[in-house]
């Protein structure tokens, strides 16, 4: 209950806020239709930064983790300004959060870090952890499409059902080696880069 | 020994070259130097207070099990410019992977530019290249790699390769940059999160204090003919680039690296 809590959209960590890059992608015309949003987000997830956060989030999650390195590796790992902010200022808010419903003083740490280092503590299975983390960051960015788009509101939940499989086959990679860290998001990177000097803009990344 | 070795299907080259840089009279002097197997490192006279260090690989490419190192030590407040004598071409692996490990120490105040030539994969390539940079405070890295997917004159598309390259940049003790590319079949696909169709991309960084100044300067040079975007924070300067080709992507390193680079000219041995 509590990890569906904490990994609730509305578990007030401000995700609604960011587009990981994809509103400039989108504004540029290069993604036409559910099915070429569908791609990049399942990109991103699959072999971008998604994997990246699954990987850093199943290494905090095990026993003994040095989340104080973990936090410094998830920082170095973010490949544009924007990304820096988007896990820093949502780890930060999530910590926050949970070191005030939990009693714990943890310091801020990027979001895929603070989600594991709070989240131990439950002794969950680490790859349902994991997927419900992805299935939150699937879900943000699925809202982007459904906003900015514009997608239905019901193609957006088809596509977010769409990606369940890669969701889970993600998860399980990462939680098997959580030290097998590694992107090939070239144009999601770019995106992310290009974002901040977007110069109408509705979101925050 | 064999008489052709190159043929041998399992033969395994090695090279390890290292070099370190120590104050001299008006300009850095080799303090050390060391070579082995399919390496070599050398410095060519060139006329200017920066020395240019370049490595070669004698055996002409990696395969399946070669391992090739190569090392640079530049001391406290010394500048310098590394490079390769020639691209370095990833052929098909028959098994194994070939790894790369490139490793450069700067000292305090040092700067120093690595600036290789691209590394060209070829069809079922299996490469491993993991390239550490370690800087004590106030030193500046300048950074660009380039890779190209198969050879576009062959009319060659890459569909089958496994290369993962994965950058760290360290700083008194903890990470700054970690850039891990890990590129399989499932990357290659022409998709705009991906690489897009793109038979060239490159990665350059500047990393050091006040990097994210050369922000904008970078995004205003980056040529039409590429696609290329900008990020600077934090003592980081990043630009990615993708290309159709080889020759446009190095061209477009070429304008943004003389912006980094206060308008130096390019390592004598760059084909361009």
């Given at each position: 209950?509590?990890?569906?809590?904490?990994?609730?959209?509305?578990?007030?960590?401000?995700?609604?806020?960011y587009s990981h890059g994809?509103?400039?992608?989108?504004?540029?015309?290069?993604?036409?239709?559910?099915?070429?949003?569908?791609?990049?987000?399942?990109?991103?997830?699959?072999?971008?930064?998604?994997?990246?956060?699954?990987?850093?989030?199943?290494?905090?999650?095990?026993?003994?983790?040095?989340?104080?390195?973990?936090?410094?590796?998830?920082?170095?790992?973010a490949a544009a300004r924007e990304r820096a902010v988007e896990?820093?200022?949502?780890?930060?808010?999530?910590?926050?959060?949970?070191?005030?419903?939990?009693?714990?003083?943890?310091?801020?740490?990027?979001?895929?870090?603070?989600?594991?280092?709070?989240?131990?503590?439950?002794?969950?299975?680490?790859?349902?952890?994991?997927?419900?983390?992805?299935?939150?960051?699937?879900?943000?960015?699925?809202?982007?499409?459904?906003?900015?788009?514009?997608?239905?509101?019901?193609?957006?939940?088809?596509?977010?059902?769409?990606?369940?499989?890669?969701?889970?086959?993600?998860?399980?990679?990462?939680?098997?080696?959580?030290?097998?860290?590694?992107?090939?998001?070239?144009?999601?990177?770019?995106?992310a880069m290009?974002h901040e000097?977007?110069?109408?803009?509705?979101y925050k990344t | 020994?064999?008489?052709?070795?190159?043929?041998?299907?399992?033969?395994?080259?090695?090279?390890?070259?290292?070099?370190?840089?120590?104050?001299?009279?008006?300009?850095?002097?080799?303090?050390?130097?060391?070579?082995?197997?399919?390496?070599?490192?050398?410095?060519?006279?060139?006329?200017?207070?920066?020395?240019?260090?370049?490595?070669?690989?004698?055996?002409?490419?990696?395969?399946?099990?070669?391992?090739?190192?190569?090392?640079?030590?530049?001391?406290?407040?010394?500048?310098?410019?590394?490079?390769?004598?020639?691209?370095?071409?990833?052929?098909?692996?028959?098994?194994?992977?070939?790894?790369?490990?490139?490793?450069?120490?700067?000292?305090?105040?040092?700067?120093?530019?690595?600036?290789?030539?691209?590394?060209?994969?070829?069809?079922?390539?299996?490469?491993?290249?993991?390239?550490?940079?370690?800087?004590?405070?106030?030193?500046?890295?300048?950074?660009?790699?380039?890779?190209?997917?198969?050879?576009?004159?062959?009319?060659?598309?890459?569909?089958?390769?496994?290369?993962?390259?994965?950058?760290?940049?360290?700083?008194?003790?903890?990470?700054?940059?970690?850039?891990?590319?890990?590129?399989?079949?499932?990357?290659?696909?022409?998709?705009?999160?991906?690489?897009?169709?793109?038979?060239?991309?490159?990665?350059?960084?500047?990393?050091?204090?006040?990097?994210?100044?050369?922000?904008?300067?970078?995004?205003?040079?980056?040529?039409?003919?590429?696609?290329?975007?900008?990020s600077?924070w934090?003592?980081?300067?990043?630009?990615?680039?993708?290309?159709?080709?080889?020759?446009?992507?190095?061209?477009?390193?070429?304008?943004?690296?003389?912006?980094?680079?206060?308008?130096?000219?390019?390592?004598?041995?760059?084909?361009?």
């Amino acid at each position: 209950m509590q990890l569906v809590q904490w990994l609730s959209p509305a578990f007030p960590v401000g995700g609604f806020a960011y587009s990981h890059g994809l509103e400039w992608a989108i504004a540029q015309g290069g993604l036409a239709g559910a099915e070429a949003i569908g791609d990049w987000i399942g990109d991103v997830i699959g072999q971008g930064s998604g994997r990246v956060d699954a990987c850093l989030l199943a290494a905090s999650l095990r026993p003994g983790a040095d989340h104080a390195a973990l936090a410094g590796l998830a920082r170095a790992l973010a490949a544009a300004r924007e990304r820096a902010v988007e896990t820093e200022d949502q780890g930060r808010a999530f910590t926050d959060l949970t070191n005030t419903l939990t009693g714990t003083a943890h310091p801020p740490a990027p979001l895929p870090v603070a989600v594991g280092r709070a989240v131990a503590a439950l002794g969950l299975p680490a790859e349902q952890v994991v997927a419900l983390y992805l299935q939150t960051f699937a879900g943000n960015l699925v809202q982007v499409a459904v906003r900015f788009a514009p997608l239905g509101q019901t193609e957006g939940q088809r596509m977010l059902a769409g990606l369940q499989p890669l969701i889970l086959r993600v998860a399980a990679e990462a939680v098997a080696d959580p030290d097998a860290i590694g992107s090939a998001a070239f144009g999601a990177d770019m995106a992310a880069m290009a974002h901040e000097v977007m110069e109408v803009r509705i979101y925050k990344t | 020994m064999l008489d052709h070795p190159s043929f041998a299907p399992m033969q395994r080259v090695q090279g390890r070259a290292a070099v370190a840089l120590v104050p001299g009279a008006g300009r850095p002097r080799i303090g050390g130097l060391a070579q082995s197997g399919s390496a070599k490192v050398f410095l060519p006279a060139v006329h200017s207070a920066v020395p240019e260090v370049v490595f070669l690989n004698t055996a002409g490419g990696l395969t399946g099990g070669d391992r090739f190192t190569c090392r640079v030590d530049l001391g406290a407040g010394l500048r310098a410019v590394a490079t390769t004598q020639t691209a370095e071409r990833g052929y098909a692996s028959a098994g194994g992977q070939a790894e790369v490990a490139v490793t450069l120490s700067l000292g305090a105040g040092a700067e120093l530019h690595w600036l290789p030539q691209e590394t060209i994969l070829f069809q079922g390539a299996s490469l491993a290249r993991r390239t550490r940079a370690d800087l004590t405070p106030g030193a500046r890295l300048v950074l660009a790699e380039m890779v190209v997917l198969g050879r576009a004159a062959m009319g060659e598309t890459l569909e089958s390769a496994a290369f993962s390259d994965r950058r760290e940049v360290w700083s008194s003790g903890r990470p700054v940059w970690v850039d891990p590319l890990v590129l399989g079949a499932r990357a290659l696909a022409p998709r705009p999160a991906l690489l897009a169709g793109a038979r060239a991309f490159a990665t350059l960084a500047l990393i050091g204090p006040g990097a994210e100044d050369a922000a904008g300067a970078l995004r205003a040079a980056l040529p039409d003919t590429v696609t290329g975007a900008v990020s600077g924070w934090d003592g980081k300067c990043l630009a990615r680039l993708t290309a159709p080709d080889a020759l446009p992507l190095k061209r477009a390193v070429a304008t943004l690296l003389s912006i980094l680079r206060q308008g130096a000219p390019l390592p004598r041995v760059w084909q361009i």
